[in-house]
């Protein structure tokens, strides 16, 4: 039944966070493998979330 599967996230990090704590994918990749590409993951979308855009930098802060 579909209603029954979880949503989807809509953000990277909330998706590290479930991948992270995911017992399905630890299974199926191994406990080591899910703790290091997680925290891969987790460390590119901290520095994503940091980097301010082109188009951000243009609208808004080219103003300050």
Request: charged residues 25%.
């Amino acid at each position: 039944d579909a209603r029954l599967a979880p949503s989807l996230n809509h953000d990277w990090l909330g998706s590290c966070e479930r991948f992270l704590g995911s017992e399905f994918i630890a299974t199926l990749v191994g406990e080591r493998y899910r703790q290091v590409y997680g925290a891969t993951k987790r460390h590119e979308a901290l520095w994503f979330n940091r980097t301010v855009s082109n188009i951000d930098w243009s609208i808004y802060l080219s103003r300050v």
